[in-house]
Structures are given as C-alpha cells and as structure tokens.
T-cell receptor, first 114, second 114 residues
Framework: NAGVTQTPKFRILKIGQSMTLQCAQD?????MYWYRQDPGMGLKLIYY???????DKGEVPNGYNVSRSTTEDFPLRLELAAPSQTSVYFC?????????????FGDGTRLSIL | AQSVTQLDSHVSVSEGTPVLLRCNYS??????LFWYVQHPNKGLQLLLK??????LVKGINGFEAEFKKSETSFHLTKPSAHMSDAAEYFC????????????FGPGTSLSVIP
C-alpha cells in the first residue's frame, strides 16, 4: 500500500519557469491538501479539495493552481516560478475533513528557485 | 483568530529521560487537537489526536498528551526518550470556521543525547 506519493522529490527551477508537482493517493480518500513548509513556520495550506472536481483556496494560494479530475490525483501547478516559492511542498489526504480525520502525508518535494 | 503556540522551538533531552513538548492554543470553542511527528526528509505522521473524548490521549511509540481546557494546553509527553524520537513535532488545532482545515504550530525540534 503506497499511501501518498509525491513526485519529483527534488527540483531546481529558474525564475519564470513553470512546473507541476504530482501527488497521488491510493487510499480512496475524498480530501486532498497541498501545504508548503518554510523553516520555523509550520505548514501553510495552499489549496485543498473535498472531492473530484472541487477545489478551494487555502491561506497562501497566490502563484499556484490546482485541479482534481480524479479521486486519486491532485497536481499543483506553478506557472511563473519566483524565489519566494522556494520551499518544501507536502501533499496530504484524508477520508473526511481534517477536523476529525488524521491526514496522511507524502514525503515532500523540495523545490529551489534560483 | 485561531493560533497554535509551541513554546519551545528546540528541546534537548538525554536518552532515557522524560520528554515534554508544550503546546497552547487559542480557541473560543472546543477544538480537535493533534500531534504529528516529522523525521528528517520525511512527511508528517500522526502521533495522536484529541476529539472531545478522554482528556488523556495515548498515541504511538509511548507518547501521550493531556487536553486541559482551563489552560488551553495540549502538551506532549513521553516517560523515557529513545534515540529514534529525535524529530520535529507539530501541534495542530482544528479550524473553527472550516470542517476541512487545520492550523499547524511552528514545530518543536527534539534532540536526544546518547
């Protein structure tokens, strides 16, 4: 059972480039989340989805886009990479809302923008 | 606004001695509370959760936490630290305004000295 799988694990981008961070889960979870983790700041919610075809903004959505065409996949798109987007990105999933259900996390994507 | 405070950014203990990681939250309602652990270069893993049942919550790997409403605290403890406990620990509180979201504390880094 793979759980939550994120690809790539590491990436270096130049300013202005675009890329898609992939996230897939095999637990048939309805809810999926994208967070970014900056040193000493905890995790900040970028976007989340409560099911296929439904997405909503979190605390820090600017500069990112998401889509959820299937239950399993929740890719995060950076259109014009900026140095402020250098961070570690985590995808998570849960069967129901995060208030009562634990979230299952991937191992993260470490992204540097130079 | 809701917030989570982890009173120590770094805690260092000797192997075999007790662990205490402190967490206070601000909330005008009864929240759900979680502790997650993050080992280096890994995603977060649930240690334990409180969702308005017993105030003393037992988790994995010998950890437990006590919910004290009067003190708005949810401190994490373990009687005897093991080398494998060295990691980053996050206290997490449910959002008052959204069933779907939680708020992460900034994290406490635990070092275990042999």
């Amino acid at each position: 059972n793979a759980g939550v799988t994120q690809t790539p694990k590491f990436r270096i981008l130049k300013i202005g480039q675009s890329m898609t961070l992939q996230c897939a889960q095999d637990m048939n979870h309805n809810y999926m989340y994208w967070y970014r983790q900056d040193p000493g700041m905890g995790l900040k919610l970028i976007y989340y989805s409560v099911g296929a075809g439904i997405t909503d903004k979190g605390e820090v959505p600017n500069g990112y886009n998401v889509s959820r065409s299937t239950t399993e996949d929740f890719p995060l798109r950076l259109e014009l990479a900026a140095p402020s987007q250098t961070s570690v990105y985590f995808c998570a999933s849960s069967y129901q809302g995060a208030r009562n259900q634990p979230q299952h996390f991937g191992d993260g994507t470490r992204l540097s923008i130079l | 606004a809701q917030s989570v405070t982890q009173l120590d950014s770094h805690v260092s203990v000797s192997e075999g001695t007790p662990v205490l990681l402190r967490c206070n939250y601000s909330s005008s309602y009864s929240p759900s509370l979680f502790w997650y652990v993050q080992h280096p270069n890994k995603g977060l893993q649930l240690l334990l959760k409180y969702t308005s049942a017993a105030t003393l919550v037992k988790g994995i790997n010998g950890f437990e936490a006590e919910f004290k409403k009067s003190e708005t605290s949810f401190h994490l403890t373990k009687p005897s630290a093991h080398m494998s406990d060295a990691a980053e620990y996050f206290c997490v509180v449910s959002s008052k305004t959204s069933y779907d979201k939680v708020i992460f504390g900034p994290g406490t880094s635990l070092s275990v000295i042999p």
